[in-house]
């Protein structure tokens, strides 16, 4: 029974991996395709810089909204107003919204002591303040929405509290969204600021820049579609009307709204030459709540979606196929469990149940090549490789765990912990050497990660098994990925902070 069971897992996991093969083939020959003969966005779509005019002077500007949502952000406020009110546009046609959920009165006063400094300075700046949290980051742009102002503007900019927009942002995006009617959004690309704080932030970088510089581009130049990354991007106010508006179903607000404008037959633009600076996370435990609700809700949100998508009449056939099978299938869903379950769970048991045999093309060709794919995007890491490689099979629980919960609607479905930033000033601050506050046992206790270091002692004993008694010849690889996943269950991986334990 063991052993037909086996089979059968290895028979679907081998099936997801030819899934994955072949989708992230089809990516690689489409960024190629790409690169070498697809025409850049101002060859695609209508560019034209807007003039002034002497006649109606800057009321031939659109009008433009800047919102930025924060939540306790203590160490990079600062820098998100500042570049906000550094953007290069016509005063009077620019406003700054400053959507502050603070819990923290201490936080709420520098927020809005800040927004009062530069309003002092001549710039149209707004402090709105809720006193409640209803809806999170999307309660927040939606309620933004509804005030009196903002009715007035044609469009909106969206950054979060870490993230620095260049001066002549909105002279490269809105020519695109202002000459072309049929475009919703236009996203620019992420620029790193920390990621060679830690071995951590590099192995984001990694995947991350495989998803903006592969998936986002193919997805612009090939279906006009690509996933909201929820910042960096600049929306025409009439389409988030017409999708429905900002909605909290889900912990990613911002893939809703761009599935709900796409299914409406608007168009997305993505500019992978312009760059907004930003911040990843780089203590283990603010990357974990990020994960969980970067994998839980877009899970969540194809369970919610799926009927709606398939029974629309405004998209083709094709698009449908790429954002339910390609989109939400392959990438959200079927990515974390294959990782996880075939590459912790079923080739280490081979070990010890004998009579399962992987062929070679499942256990080391496919998975090599679809590595390869990926890491190409980020030249400067490739002697990372095998770092990036068990780092990836170590979230790849963490990852599946939240899918499954979007998937069922779990207890922790929608919930919503706002990514930790730690800004330049603090990592000045950070002192190892700092008495801690609580009990050292309460301390290893609130670190440790349990089904880590299960899944560690499972691969452990599966590796001892097969130095001693098989004949896989896996061990090296068992006992490697197996003290990845002990160094990820005690926590000691990213920058460590003792206050945050």
């Given at each position: 029974?063991?052993?037909?069971?086996?089979?059968?897992?290895?028979?679907?996991?081998?099936?997801?991996?030819?899934?994955?093969?072949?989708?992230?083939?089809?990516?690689?020959?489409?960024?190629?395709?790409?690169?070498?003969?697809?025409?850049?966005?101002?060859?695609?779509?209508?560019?034209?810089?807007?003039?002034?005019?002497?006649?109606?002077?800057?009321?031939?500007?659109?009008?433009?909204?800047?919102?930025?949502?924060?939540?306790?952000?203590?160490?990079?406020?600062?820098?998100?107003?500042?570049?906000?009110?550094?953007?290069?546009?016509?005063?009077?046609?620019?406003?700054?919204?400053?959507?502050?959920?603070?819990?923290?009165p201490t936080i709420k006063e520098l927020v809005e002591v800040e927004c009062a400094k530069w309003e002092k300075k001549g710039i149209n700046i707004k402090y709105e303040y809720r006193g409640n949290r209803n809806g999170y980051k999307a309660g927040a742009l939606r309620d933004g929405m509804k005030l009196s102002y903002a009715k007035q503007c044609d469009y909106v900019a969206i950054f979060d509290a870490d993230f620095q927009p260049q001066p002549d942002f909105l002279w490269r995006t809105i020519p695109f969204l202002v000459n072309n009617s049929q475009l919703a959004l236009v996203q620019a690309r992420w620029k790193f600021v920390n990621a060679d704080e830690c071995l951590m932030t590099r192995m984001q970088e990694i995947s991350l820049n495989y998803h903006f510089i592969v998936e986002q581009e193919v997805g612009s130049s090939m279906y006009s579609f690509f996933g909201f990354n929820g910042t960096a991007g600049v929306w025409r106010i009439s389409a988030i009307n017409e999708a429905g508006g900002w909605k909290?179903?889900?912990?990613?607000?911002?893939?809703?709204?761009?599935?709900?404008?796409?299914?409406?037959?608007?168009?997305?633009?993505?500019?992978?030459?312009?760059?907004?600076?930003?911040?990843?996370?780089?203590?283990?435990?603010?990357?974990?709540?990020?994960?969980?609700?970067?994998?839980?809700?877009?899970?969540?949100?194809?369970?919610?979606?799926?009927?709606?998508?398939?029974?629309?009449?405004?998209?083709?056939?094709?698009?449908?196929?790429?954002?339910?099978?390609?989109?939400?299938?392959?990438?959200?869903?079927?990515?974390?469990?294959?990782?996880?379950?075939?590459?912790?769970?079923?080739?280490?048991?081979?070990?010890?149940?004998?009579?399962?045999?992987?062929?070679?093309?499942?256990?080391?060709?496919?998975?090599?090549?679809?590595?390869?794919?990926?890491?190409?995007?980020?030249?400067?890491?490739?002697?990372?490789?095998?770092?990036?490689?068990?780092?990836?099979?170590?979230?790849?629980?963490?990852?599946?765990?939240?899918?499954?919960?979007?998937?069922?609607?779990?207890?922790?479905?929608?919930?919503?912990?706002?990514?930790?930033?730690?800004?330049?000033?603090?990592?000045?601050?950070?002192?190892?050497?700092?008495?801690?506050?609580?009990?050292?046992?309460?301390?290893?206790?609130?670190?440790?990660?349990?089904?880590?270091?299960?899944?560690?002692?499972?691969?452990?004993?599966?590796?001892?098994?097969?130095?001693?008694?098989?004949?896989?010849?896996?061990?090296?690889?068992?006992?490697?990925?197996?003290?990845?996943?002990?160094?990820?269950?005690?926590?000691?991986?990213?920058?460590?902070?003792?206050?945050?334990?």
């Amino acid at each position: 029974m063991v052993v037909a069971l086996l089979n059968l897992i290895v028979l679907v996991c081998l099936g997801m991996s030819l899934m994955m093969f072949v989708e992230r083939m089809y990516l690689g020959v489409a960024i190629c395709f790409v690169k070498l003969f697809g025409r850049k966005p101002e060859k695609r779509y209508k560019w034209v810089p807007i003039k002034d005019d002497i006649e109606f002077g800057n009321s031939t500007y659109p009008m433009i909204l800047v919102q930025i949502p924060m939540y306790n952000e203590r160490e990079v406020y600062q820098l998100s107003i500042g570049s906000a009110c550094g953007l290069s546009w016509p005063s009077d046609r620019i406003i700054i919204q400053v959507l502050d959920d603070s819990t923290d009165p201490t936080i709420k006063e520098l927020v809005e002591v800040e927004c009062a400094k530069w309003e002092k300075k001549g710039i149209n700046i707004k402090y709105e303040y809720r006193g409640n949290r209803n809806g999170y980051k999307a309660g927040a742009l939606r309620d933004g929405m509804k005030l009196s102002y903002a009715k007035q503007c044609d469009y909106v900019a969206i950054f979060d509290a870490d993230f620095q927009p260049q001066p002549d942002f909105l002279w490269r995006t809105i020519p695109f969204l202002v000459n072309n009617s049929q475009l919703a959004l236009v996203q620019a690309r992420w620029k790193f600021v920390n990621a060679d704080e830690c071995l951590m932030t590099r192995m984001q970088e990694i995947s991350l820049n495989y998803h903006f510089i592969v998936e986002q581009e193919v997805g612009s130049s090939m279906y006009s579609f690509f996933g909201f990354n929820g910042t960096a991007g600049v929306w025409r106010i009439s389409a988030i009307n017409e999708a429905g508006g900002w909605k909290d179903r889900t912990t990613v607000e911002d893939m809703d709204l761009a599935i709900r404008a796409t299914l409406q037959g608007w168009k997305f633009l993505y500019l992978h030459n312009l760059q907004v600076k930003n911040e990843l996370p780089s203590t283990l435990k603010a990357y974990r709540y990020q994960q969980h609700r970067w994998c839980c809700g877009p899970a969540n949100l194809f369970r919610k979606m799926f009927v709606e998508i398939i029974t629309n009449k405004k998209v083709c056939l094709w698009k449908k196929i790429h954002v339910i099978y390609s989109f939400f299938f392959v990438r959200k869903v079927v990515a974390h469990f294959n990782t996880f379950v075939f590459y912790c769970i079923v080739l280490p048991s081979t070990v010890l149940v004998p009579q399962i045999v992987v062929p070679k093309w499942g256990s080391l060709y496919l998975p090599f090549i679809i590595t390869i794919l990926n890491v190409l995007a980020s030249p400067r890491s490739l002697h990372l490789l095998v770092f990036w490689i068990v780092f990836e099979n170590t979230m790849s629980l963490h990852r599946t765990k939240a899918t499954i919960i979007g998937l069922i609607e779990g207890s922790r479905v929608n919930e919503w912990i706002v990514t930790q930033k730690l800004g330049d000033p603090l990592k000045g601050k950070i002192d190892n050497n700092k008495p801690h506050n609580k009990p050292g046992f309460i301390r290893i206790r609130n670190r440790i990660h349990m089904l880590e270091l299960l899944v560690g002692l499972y691969l452990f004993l599966c590796g001892c098994f097969d130095l001693l008694l098989g004949t896989k010849r896996f061990f090296i690889f068992l006992h490697i990925q197996a003290f990845a996943f002990f160094i990820m269950a005690f926590g000691y991986v990213g920058t460590f902070i003792p206050s945050s334990y």
